[in-house]
Protein backbone atom coordinates (compact mmCIF):
# COMPACT_ATOMS: atom_id res chain seq x y z
CA UNK A 1 0.00 0.00 0.00
CA UNK A 2 1.50 3.13 -0.97
CA UNK A 3 1.83 5.61 1.85
CA UNK A 4 0.05 8.78 1.86
CA UNK A 5 1.74 12.13 1.78
CA UNK A 6 1.45 15.33 4.66
CA UNK A 7 2.57 18.28 3.33
CA UNK A 8 3.83 21.52 5.19
CA UNK A 9 2.69 24.68 4.00
CA UNK A 10 2.45 28.33 5.45
CA UNK A 11 3.45 31.46 5.04
CA UNK A 12 7.62 32.14 5.32
CA UNK A 13 9.31 31.63 8.58
CA UNK A 14 6.46 30.33 10.29
CA UNK A 15 9.13 27.70 11.56
CA UNK A 16 8.20 24.76 8.88
CA UNK A 17 11.67 23.22 8.37
CA UNK A 18 12.09 23.54 12.28
CA UNK A 19 8.75 21.22 12.18
CA UNK A 20 9.91 18.90 9.34
CA UNK A 21 13.17 18.69 11.49
CA UNK A 22 11.44 17.36 14.59
CA UNK A 23 9.30 14.85 12.45
CA UNK A 24 12.14 13.20 10.17
CA UNK A 25 14.67 13.18 13.03
CA UNK A 26 17.41 14.70 11.29
CA UNK A 27 18.74 18.25 10.23
CA UNK A 28 17.62 18.24 6.53
CA UNK A 29 15.92 21.61 6.01
CA UNK A 30 17.73 24.28 6.13
CA UNK A 31 17.04 26.97 8.90
CA UNK A 32 17.51 30.19 8.99
CA UNK A 33 15.00 33.34 10.06
CA UNK A 34 15.29 34.45 6.44
CA UNK A 35 12.17 34.74 4.36
CA UNK A 36 12.62 32.19 1.69
CA UNK A 37 15.25 30.06 2.75
CA UNK A 38 13.83 26.94 2.13
CA UNK A 39 13.99 27.18 -1.49
CA UNK A 40 13.70 23.16 -2.49
CA UNK A 41 10.82 21.36 -1.33
CA UNK A 42 12.53 18.25 0.48
CA UNK A 43 11.08 14.94 1.87
CA UNK A 44 11.24 12.44 4.43
CA UNK A 45 9.55 9.05 5.77
CA UNK A 46 7.85 9.82 9.00
CA UNK A 47 6.23 6.68 11.49
CA UNK A 48 3.91 7.40 13.85
CA UNK A 49 2.11 4.86 15.70
CA UNK A 50 2.80 2.51 13.24
CA UNK A 51 1.35 4.49 10.13
CA UNK A 52 4.21 5.38 7.98
CA UNK A 53 3.47 8.69 5.34
CA UNK A 54 5.75 10.86 3.02
CA UNK A 55 6.56 14.37 4.70
CA UNK A 56 7.05 17.43 2.65
CA UNK A 57 8.54 20.55 3.45
CA UNK A 58 7.67 23.16 1.50
CA UNK A 59 9.23 27.45 0.95
CA UNK A 60 6.46 29.51 2.75
CA UNK A 61 3.58 31.15 0.31
CA UNK A 62 3.41 34.71 0.16
CA UNK A 63 0.25 35.18 -1.48
CA UNK A 64 0.38 38.28 -3.59
CA UNK A 65 4.01 38.86 -3.50
CA UNK A 66 5.92 39.80 -6.52
CA UNK A 67 9.14 38.50 -5.65
CA UNK A 68 10.48 36.30 -8.27
CA UNK A 69 11.98 33.74 -5.58
CA UNK A 70 8.60 34.11 -3.63
CA UNK A 71 5.96 33.76 -6.35
CA UNK A 72 7.84 30.63 -7.42
CA UNK A 73 7.68 29.37 -3.88
CA UNK A 74 4.03 29.79 -4.12
CA UNK A 75 3.74 27.44 -7.55
CA UNK A 76 5.85 25.16 -5.35
CA UNK A 77 3.72 25.27 -2.15
CA UNK A 78 0.49 24.65 -5.02
CA UNK A 79 1.80 21.08 -6.12
CA UNK A 80 2.35 20.35 -2.67
CA UNK A 81 -0.97 20.92 -1.86
CA UNK A 82 -2.10 19.54 -4.86
CA UNK A 83 -0.62 15.93 -4.49
CA UNK A 84 -1.07 15.33 -0.69
CA UNK A 85 -3.30 13.80 1.21
CA UNK A 86 -3.28 15.27 4.34
CA UNK A 87 -2.20 19.73 4.60
CA UNK A 88 -0.30 20.94 8.13
CA UNK A 89 -0.95 24.46 8.04
CA UNK A 90 1.59 26.29 10.38
CA UNK A 91 0.76 29.65 11.36
CA UNK A 92 2.96 31.52 14.36
CA UNK A 93 1.28 32.89 17.58
CA UNK A 94 3.81 34.97 18.54
CA UNK A 95 3.45 37.19 15.11
CA UNK A 96 -0.39 36.51 15.69
CA UNK A 97 -3.24 36.12 12.98
CA UNK A 98 -1.63 38.07 9.76
CA UNK A 99 -3.71 39.02 6.07
CA UNK A 100 -1.36 36.20 4.40
CA UNK A 101 -2.60 33.56 6.68
CA UNK A 102 -6.09 34.72 5.68
CA UNK A 103 -5.21 34.05 2.06
CA UNK A 104 -2.96 30.85 2.64
CA UNK A 105 -6.71 30.04 4.53
CA UNK A 106 -8.50 30.46 1.23
CA UNK A 107 -6.38 28.55 -1.26
CA UNK A 108 -5.80 25.70 1.27
CA UNK A 109 -10.43 25.81 1.40
CA UNK A 110 -10.32 25.43 -2.42
CA UNK A 111 -8.11 22.27 -2.16
CA UNK A 112 -10.73 20.74 -0.53
CA UNK A 113 -8.19 18.40 1.49
CA UNK A 114 -7.91 17.26 5.35
CA UNK A 115 -6.44 20.51 6.88
CA UNK A 116 -4.81 20.58 10.25
CA UNK A 117 -4.50 24.04 11.80
CA UNK A 118 -1.00 23.86 13.85
CA UNK A 119 0.26 26.70 16.00
CA UNK A 120 3.74 26.51 16.15
CA UNK A 121 6.00 28.07 18.94
CA UNK A 122 3.96 28.18 21.81
CA UNK A 123 6.55 27.09 24.30
CA UNK A 124 3.75 27.86 26.95
CA UNK A 125 0.82 26.64 26.71
CA UNK A 126 -0.46 28.66 29.62
CA UNK A 127 0.65 32.14 28.67
CA UNK A 128 -0.20 31.83 24.77
CA UNK A 129 -3.59 29.89 25.63
CA UNK A 130 -5.53 32.99 24.95
CA UNK A 131 -3.72 33.70 21.40
CA UNK A 132 -4.12 30.63 20.34
CA UNK A 133 -8.04 31.27 19.90
CA UNK A 134 -7.40 33.54 17.41
CA UNK A 135 -6.49 31.86 15.29
CA UNK A 136 -10.30 30.35 15.22
CA UNK A 137 -11.25 33.06 13.02
CA UNK A 138 -9.62 31.46 9.80
CA UNK A 139 -12.37 29.24 9.68
CA UNK A 140 -10.61 26.17 9.13
CA UNK A 141 -10.94 24.09 12.36
CA UNK A 142 -9.68 23.77 15.88
CA UNK A 143 -5.93 25.03 15.92
CA UNK A 144 -3.17 22.43 17.95
CA UNK A 145 -0.74 24.33 19.64
CA UNK A 146 2.76 23.18 19.49
CA UNK A 147 6.36 23.80 20.13
CA UNK A 148 8.27 22.25 16.76
CA UNK A 149 11.70 23.77 18.41
CA UNK A 150 10.61 22.12 21.95
CA UNK A 151 9.04 19.47 20.19
CA UNK A 152 5.74 20.39 22.47
CA UNK A 153 2.26 18.97 21.19
CA UNK A 154 3.84 16.98 17.95
CA UNK A 155 2.12 13.69 19.11
CA UNK A 156 -1.19 15.53 19.68
CA UNK A 157 -0.50 16.75 16.04
CA UNK A 158 0.14 13.84 14.41
CA UNK A 159 -2.57 12.17 15.79
CA UNK A 160 -4.93 14.36 14.23
CA UNK A 161 -2.89 13.89 10.98
CA UNK A 162 -3.44 10.21 10.67
CA UNK A 163 -6.97 9.95 11.41
CA UNK A 164 -7.42 11.44 7.76
CA UNK A 165 -5.82 8.30 6.79
CA UNK A 166 -7.32 5.13 4.80
CA UNK A 167 -7.58 2.25 6.85
CA UNK A 168 -4.26 0.17 6.39
CA UNK A 169 -6.31 -2.55 4.54
CA UNK A 170 -8.44 -0.68 2.81
CA UNK A 171 -6.82 0.87 -0.32
CA UNK A 172 -4.96 -1.73 -2.40
CA UNK A 173 -7.45 -4.71 -2.53
CA UNK A 174 -9.42 -2.76 -4.93
CA UNK A 175 -7.04 -2.52 -7.60
CA UNK A 176 -4.47 -5.69 -7.83
CA UNK A 177 -3.14 -4.31 -11.43
CA UNK A 178 0.44 -4.18 -11.54
CA UNK A 179 1.43 -0.20 -11.21
CA UNK A 180 4.56 0.57 -13.06
CA UNK A 181 6.17 3.91 -13.12
CA UNK A 182 8.31 5.57 -15.65
CA UNK A 183 10.52 7.93 -14.51
CA UNK A 184 13.65 9.89 -15.66
CA UNK A 185 14.84 13.36 -16.29
CA UNK A 186 12.96 15.41 -19.44
CA UNK A 187 12.87 15.12 -22.86
CA UNK A 188 14.05 11.20 -22.42
CA UNK A 189 10.47 10.00 -23.74
CA UNK A 190 8.59 9.03 -21.01
CA UNK A 191 5.31 10.09 -22.87
CA UNK A 192 6.26 8.55 -26.19
CA UNK A 193 6.89 5.31 -24.63
CA UNK A 194 3.28 4.99 -23.14
CA UNK A 195 1.47 6.69 -26.26
CA UNK A 196 3.51 3.90 -28.16
CA UNK A 197 2.47 1.50 -25.51
CA UNK A 198 -0.97 3.10 -25.75
CA UNK A 199 -1.04 2.97 -29.52
CA UNK A 200 -2.60 6.70 -29.39
CA UNK A 201 -1.26 9.79 -28.57
CA UNK A 202 -2.78 10.43 -25.32
CA UNK A 203 -0.01 11.90 -23.46
CA UNK A 204 1.11 15.33 -24.93
CA UNK A 205 4.89 14.81 -26.79
CA UNK A 206 6.66 17.96 -27.23
CA UNK A 207 10.72 18.96 -27.00
CA UNK A 208 9.50 21.59 -24.17
CA UNK A 209 11.42 20.49 -21.33
CA UNK A 210 8.76 20.29 -18.01
CA UNK A 211 5.81 19.86 -20.57
CA UNK A 212 4.50 16.63 -18.25
CA UNK A 213 3.81 18.53 -14.96
CA UNK A 214 1.50 15.60 -13.44
CA UNK A 215 1.84 12.51 -12.77
CA UNK A 216 -1.10 10.47 -15.09
CA UNK A 217 -2.49 6.83 -15.26
CA UNK A 218 -3.00 5.22 -18.22
CA UNK A 219 -4.03 1.41 -18.78
CA UNK A 220 -2.43 -0.59 -21.17
CA UNK A 221 -3.95 -4.44 -21.98
CA UNK A 222 -1.63 -6.88 -23.47
CA UNK A 223 -2.41 -10.93 -23.38
CA UNK A 224 -5.63 -10.05 -21.75
CA UNK A 225 -4.00 -8.53 -18.59
CA UNK A 226 -4.14 -4.69 -17.59
CA UNK A 227 -0.86 -2.75 -16.60
CA UNK A 228 -1.33 0.70 -15.44
CA UNK A 229 1.63 3.13 -16.12
CA UNK A 230 2.16 6.66 -14.37
CA UNK A 231 3.66 8.75 -16.32
CA UNK A 232 5.73 11.40 -14.56
CA UNK A 233 6.84 15.44 -14.81
CA UNK A 234 10.72 14.45 -15.65
CA UNK A 235 13.86 15.51 -13.46
CA UNK A 236 16.68 16.91 -14.40
CA UNK A 237 20.13 19.19 -13.16
CA UNK A 238 19.34 22.40 -11.35
CA UNK A 239 21.24 24.46 -12.92
CA UNK A 240 19.39 23.79 -16.30
CA UNK A 241 16.15 24.85 -15.28
CA UNK A 242 14.66 27.68 -16.82
CA UNK A 243 10.91 27.24 -15.20
CA UNK A 244 11.24 26.82 -11.84
CA UNK A 245 8.45 24.84 -11.19
CA UNK A 246 10.07 22.06 -12.90
CA UNK A 247 12.47 22.27 -9.43
CA UNK A 248 10.02 20.85 -7.32
CA UNK A 249 8.77 17.55 -9.75
CA UNK A 250 10.69 15.28 -7.82
CA UNK A 251 8.04 14.69 -5.38
CA UNK A 252 5.90 13.88 -8.27
CA UNK A 253 8.42 11.10 -9.10
CA UNK A 254 8.29 10.26 -5.10
CA UNK A 255 4.97 10.15 -5.15
CA UNK A 256 4.66 8.02 -8.56
CA UNK A 257 7.52 5.54 -7.05
CA UNK A 258 5.63 5.44 -3.80
CA UNK A 259 2.35 3.95 -5.72
CA UNK A 260 4.52 1.93 -7.89
CA UNK A 261 5.10 -2.06 -8.50
CA UNK A 262 7.79 -1.67 -10.53
CA UNK A 263 9.66 1.75 -11.92
CA UNK A 264 11.15 1.72 -15.60
CA UNK A 265 14.09 4.38 -14.99
CA UNK A 266 14.23 5.92 -18.60
CA UNK A 267 17.63 6.99 -19.87
CA UNK A 268 18.90 8.50 -23.15
CA UNK A 269 21.02 6.60 -25.18
CA UNK A 270 22.15 9.66 -26.83
CA UNK A 271 23.42 11.37 -23.44
CA UNK A 272 24.28 8.42 -21.84
CA UNK A 273 24.01 7.39 -18.09
CA UNK A 274 24.08 10.48 -15.97
CA UNK A 275 24.48 11.43 -12.13
CA UNK A 276 20.72 12.58 -12.10
CA UNK A 277 19.75 9.32 -13.51
CA UNK A 278 21.46 8.13 -10.33
CA UNK A 279 19.26 9.98 -8.39
CA UNK A 280 16.09 9.08 -10.07
CA UNK A 281 17.15 5.64 -9.82
CA UNK A 282 18.19 6.09 -5.62
CA UNK A 283 14.73 7.44 -4.91
CA UNK A 284 13.46 3.75 -6.44
CA UNK A 285 15.97 1.66 -4.90
CA UNK A 286 15.73 3.31 -1.35
CA UNK A 287 11.51 2.31 -1.70
CA UNK A 288 12.32 -0.84 -2.40
CA UNK A 289 10.94 -1.36 -5.55
CA UNK A 290 11.44 -3.57 -8.52
CA UNK A 291 14.01 -1.56 -10.85
CA UNK A 292 14.14 -1.90 -14.70
CA UNK A 293 16.38 0.61 -16.54
CA UNK A 294 14.99 1.05 -20.20
CA UNK A 295 17.29 2.86 -22.15
CA UNK A 296 15.56 4.90 -25.36
CA UNK A 297 16.43 6.24 -28.60
CA UNK A 298 18.72 3.30 -29.43
CA UNK A 299 18.01 3.58 -32.80
CA UNK A 300 19.47 7.09 -32.74
CA UNK A 301 23.04 5.79 -31.74
CA UNK A 302 25.90 4.57 -33.79
CA UNK A 303 26.27 0.84 -32.87
CA UNK A 304 29.00 -1.47 -33.83
CA UNK A 305 29.74 -5.30 -31.98
CA UNK A 306 30.83 -4.30 -28.52
CA UNK A 307 28.04 -1.23 -28.11
CA UNK A 308 25.41 -2.91 -25.79
CA UNK A 309 28.74 -4.15 -23.91
CA UNK A 310 30.09 -0.78 -23.08
CA UNK A 311 26.68 1.20 -22.00
CA UNK A 312 26.02 -2.30 -19.79
CA UNK A 313 28.79 -0.98 -18.14
CA UNK A 314 28.73 2.46 -17.49
CA UNK A 315 25.50 1.98 -16.42
CA UNK A 316 26.10 -0.52 -13.94
CA UNK A 317 29.07 1.36 -12.48
CA UNK A 318 26.90 4.59 -12.52
CA UNK A 319 24.11 2.49 -10.91
CA UNK A 320 26.41 -0.17 -8.84
CA UNK A 321 23.92 0.32 -5.54
CA UNK A 322 21.61 -1.87 -7.81
CA UNK A 323 23.20 -4.17 -9.41
CA UNK A 324 20.40 -5.97 -9.78
CA UNK A 325 18.85 -4.06 -11.82
CA UNK A 326 17.34 -5.39 -15.33
CA UNK A 327 18.42 -3.08 -18.38
CA UNK A 328 16.63 -3.21 -21.54
CA UNK A 329 17.66 -1.45 -24.60
CA UNK A 330 14.60 0.16 -26.45
CA UNK A 331 12.84 3.03 -28.85
CA UNK A 332 9.95 4.28 -27.71
CA UNK A 333 9.19 5.84 -31.42
CA UNK A 334 9.78 2.89 -33.21
CA UNK A 335 8.61 0.22 -30.81
CA UNK A 336 12.07 -1.55 -30.89
CA UNK A 337 11.92 -4.09 -27.90
CA UNK A 338 8.80 -2.92 -26.37
CA UNK A 339 7.47 -6.48 -26.27
CA UNK A 340 10.40 -7.43 -24.38
CA UNK A 341 9.59 -4.35 -22.15
CA UNK A 342 5.97 -6.49 -20.86
CA UNK A 343 8.18 -9.43 -20.19
CA UNK A 344 10.86 -8.43 -18.01
CA UNK A 345 7.99 -6.43 -16.50
CA UNK A 346 6.36 -9.82 -15.50
CA UNK A 347 9.21 -11.28 -14.69
CA UNK A 348 10.22 -8.28 -11.67
CA UNK A 349 6.14 -8.57 -10.56
CA UNK A 350 6.81 -11.81 -9.96
CA UNK A 351 10.34 -12.05 -7.95
CA UNK A 352 9.31 -8.81 -6.03
CA UNK A 353 6.76 -10.96 -4.58
CA UNK A 354 8.57 -14.54 -4.52
CA UNK A 355 8.55 -16.05 -1.24
CA UNK A 356 11.22 -18.89 -0.30
CA UNK A 357 10.52 -21.62 2.02
CA UNK A 358 12.67 -21.22 5.36
CA UNK A 359 13.72 -24.71 5.12
CA UNK A 360 15.13 -24.00 1.52
CA UNK A 361 16.92 -20.80 2.77
CA UNK A 362 18.60 -22.51 5.49
CA UNK A 363 20.13 -25.33 3.24
CA UNK A 364 21.66 -22.20 1.28
CA UNK A 365 22.98 -20.07 4.17
CA UNK A 366 24.45 -23.67 5.56
CA UNK A 367 26.32 -24.26 2.30
CA UNK A 368 27.28 -20.95 2.00
CA UNK A 369 28.72 -20.97 5.71
CA UNK A 370 30.85 -23.88 4.48
CA UNK A 371 32.03 -22.39 1.32
CA UNK A 372 32.97 -19.43 3.10
CA UNK A 373 33.80 -19.06 6.74
CA UNK A 374 31.94 -16.01 8.39
CA UNK A 375 34.00 -13.30 10.06
CA UNK A 376 35.51 -13.35 13.86
CA UNK A 377 36.83 -10.91 15.52
CA UNK A 378 39.37 -11.07 18.93
CA UNK A 379 38.93 -14.58 19.01
CA UNK A 380 34.78 -14.24 18.18
CA UNK A 381 33.19 -15.88 15.02
CA UNK A 382 29.89 -14.49 13.47
CA UNK A 383 27.28 -17.78 14.00
CA UNK A 384 24.42 -17.72 11.73
CA UNK A 385 21.67 -19.86 13.64
CA UNK A 386 18.68 -19.04 11.49
CA UNK A 387 17.39 -17.39 8.07
CA UNK A 388 13.60 -17.03 7.14
CA UNK A 389 11.54 -14.77 4.95
CA UNK A 390 9.32 -12.34 6.76
CA UNK A 391 8.03 -10.52 3.86
CA UNK A 392 7.82 -9.47 0.37
CA UNK A 393 7.81 -6.18 -1.71
CA UNK A 394 10.63 -6.37 -1.84
CA UNK A 395 12.11 -9.82 -0.49
CA UNK A 396 12.98 -8.92 3.02
CA UNK A 397 14.49 -11.33 5.24
CA UNK A 398 15.55 -12.02 9.08
CA UNK A 399 19.18 -13.32 9.78
CA UNK A 400 19.44 -14.87 13.63
CA UNK A 401 23.02 -14.25 14.50
CA UNK A 402 25.59 -15.02 17.79
CA UNK A 403 26.74 -10.95 17.36
CA UNK A 404 25.63 -8.08 14.86
CA UNK A 405 28.35 -6.45 15.09
CA UNK A 406 29.87 -9.40 13.29
CA UNK A 407 27.77 -9.26 10.70
CA UNK A 408 29.64 -7.37 8.22
CA UNK A 409 28.03 -5.93 4.84
CA UNK A 410 30.50 -7.60 3.14
CA UNK A 411 28.87 -10.77 4.46
CA UNK A 412 25.37 -10.19 4.14
CA UNK A 413 26.52 -8.87 0.54
CA UNK A 414 27.83 -13.01 0.25
CA UNK A 415 24.44 -14.46 1.57
CA UNK A 416 22.61 -11.89 -0.71
CA UNK A 417 24.63 -13.77 -3.89
CA UNK A 418 24.47 -16.69 -2.72
CA UNK A 419 20.37 -16.76 -2.16
CA UNK A 420 20.32 -14.81 -5.46
CA UNK A 421 22.05 -17.32 -7.36
CA UNK A 422 19.79 -19.71 -6.02
CA UNK A 423 16.49 -18.02 -6.93
CA UNK A 424 17.55 -14.93 -9.55
CA UNK A 425 15.40 -12.03 -8.08
CA UNK A 426 15.71 -10.40 -11.07
CA UNK A 427 15.20 -6.86 -11.29
CA UNK A 428 14.20 -6.90 -7.37
CA UNK A 429 16.46 -5.07 -4.18
CA UNK A 430 16.78 -7.63 -1.31
CA UNK A 431 16.41 -6.32 2.07
CA UNK A 432 18.21 -7.93 5.18
CA UNK A 433 16.99 -7.70 8.94
CA UNK A 434 19.98 -8.85 11.31
CA UNK A 435 19.38 -9.92 15.16
CA UNK A 436 20.71 -11.33 17.83
CA UNK A 437 19.81 -14.63 19.47
CA UNK A 438 21.18 -15.93 22.38
CA UNK A 439 23.94 -19.06 21.18
CA UNK A 440 24.23 -22.05 23.23
CA UNK A 441 27.44 -20.66 24.99
CA UNK A 442 29.91 -22.02 22.79
CA UNK A 443 30.32 -19.05 20.22
CA UNK A 444 34.05 -18.45 21.27
CA UNK A 445 36.27 -20.82 19.11
Known amino acids: ?96 LVDSDSKVADMLRRSRKPVILVVNKVDNFTKYNADIYEFYNLGIGDPVPVSAASKLGIGDMLDEVIRYFPDSNEEEEEDDRPKIAIVGKPNVGKSSLINKLLGEKRLIVSDIAGTTRDAVDAVVKRNGKEYVFIDTAGLRRKNKIKEEIEKYSIIRTVTAVERADVVVIMIDATEGVTEQDAKIAGIAHERGKGIIVAVNKWDAVVKNDKTIYEYSNKIKNTLSFMPYAEILFISAQTGQRLNKLFDLIDVVIENHALRIATGVLNEIVAEAVTLQQPPSDRGKRLKLYYITQVSVKPPTFVIFVNDKELMHFSYTRYIENKIREAFGFKGTPLRFIIRERKGDGNDRK
Open 1 to 96: MSKPIVAIVGRPNVGKSTLFNALAGEQIAIVKDTPGITRDRIYADVTWLDRSFTLIDTGGIEPESTDVILSQMREQAQIAIDTADVIIFLVDVKQG
